[in-house]
């Protein structure tokens, strides 16, 4: 497992933009898929976005594409999330995930970072 600290969640208005970041911890960051999931409140948790560990391939829920980006930096071991053209539906704690490569779940989740977008 890795430690995993997400940052960069806040207050924005509907239409803005933020980027949230996930810093992790381990030499081997590059062999985990890395994934960004968010839990409103009163809702179950559901799945955002996705990155493979090489940065090659990116998964997108419906609801966000076209509208966030999944990135990541393996020399940092840092992934991260730019949230453009924000809508109050997306007001959640933010979480991300590292699932190995070689397993078919998340095994590691971060604290989680609250987003709050205001009409």
């Known amino acids: 497992q890795v430690q995993l600290v997400e940052s960069g969640g806040g207050l924005v208005q509907a239409g803005g933009s933020l980027r949230l970041s996930c810093a992790a911890s381990?030499?081997?960051?590059?062999?985990?898929?890395m994934g960004w999931f968010r839990q409103a409140p009163g809702k179950e948790r559901e799945f955002v976005a996705a990155i493979s560990g090489s940065g090659s391939s990116e998964y997108y829920a419906g609801s966000v594409k076209g509208r966030f980006t999944i990135s990541r930096d393996n020399a940092k071991r840092t992934v991260y999330l730019q949230m453009n053209s924000l809508k109050p539906e997306d007001t959640a704690v933010y979480y991300c995930?590292?699932?190995?490569?070689?397993?078919?779940?998340?095994?590691?989740w971060g604290q989680g970072t609250q987003v709050t977008v205001s009409s």
């Open positions: 381990g030499r081997t960051f590059s062999s985990y898929a």
């Open positions: 995930a590292a699932r190995p490569a070689n397993r078919d779940k998340y095994d590691s």
